[in-house]
T-cell receptor
């Protein structure tokens, strides 16, 4: 079965430090890849997505992710964490062969320490 | 442009009762999805509408769950009768194409 794995349910970084949230998917067919963020008491907001083309994708709020087919990964990074980045982050995939339904990872809560 | 809205934001009901959740998608979005997150678990797909037709309902847990989308606009998800394991956050999302879904804030359902 297709699945998404996010390594680490909680990640803590200091303000100004590099943010790295890991995501791996299990499929021999390259999917569409997404990162969503959920701030407290809000819905999910799309950070960035990869469908085709350039494998390094830039999103909102300074985040970016790189699709590595050989590693079946789509890790999310940000060079310098800000206090406002504290939230829960979800990696998700969908496949063009199906209805577009998203398969989510377990989520990673990012804590940013002053 | 208004985003996806969901009502209610919270619902607390007793086991055996009925609850109806509502989702209003972004105007013009033919695709509407329902997802659920049970505490401690990942967000899981429930079903997908294209306009008023159910395209994929493979994620619906059992026949206590009934989803409708009247006239291809808003959608409702009814749980009857509710069980304790139905507690969680129910998300609705809509999209114009299948590459980007816009999510609502979710409905937190608590069954006691």
């Amino acid at each position: 079965a297709q699945s998404v794995t996010q390594l680490g349910s909680h990640v803590s970084v200091s303000e100004g430090a590099l943010v790295l949230l890991r995501c791996n998917y299990s499929s021999s067919v390259p999917p569409y890849l997404f990162w969503y963020v959920q701030y407290p008491n809000q819905g999910l907001q799309l950070l960035l997505k990869y469908t085709t083309g350039a494998t390094l994708v830039k999103g909102i709020n300074g985040f970016e992710a790189e699709f590595k087919k050989s590693e079946t990964s789509f890790h999310l990074t940000k060079p310098s964490a800000h206090m406002s980045d504290a939230a829960e982050y979800f990696c998700a995939v969908s496949y063009s062969s199906n209805t577009g339904k998203l398969i989510f990872g377990q989520g990673t809560t990012l804590q940013v320490k002053p | 442009e208004a985003g996806v809205t969901q009502f209610p934001s919270h619902s607390v009901i007793e086991k055996g009762q009925t609850v109806t959740l509502r989702c209003d998608p972004i105007s013009g979005h033919d695709n509407l999805y329902w997802y659920r997150r049970v505490m401690g678990k990942e967000i899981k797909f429930l079903l997908h509408f294209v306009k008023e037709s159910k395209q994929d309902e493979s994620g619906m847990p059992n026949n206590r769950f009934l989803a409708e989308r009247t006239g291809g606009t808003y959608s409702t998800l009814k749980v009857q009768p509710a069980e304790l394991e139905d507690s969680g956050v129910y998300f609705c999302a809509s999209s114009q194409d299948r590459a980007e879904q816009y999510f609502g804030p979710g409905t937190r359902l608590t069954v006691t």
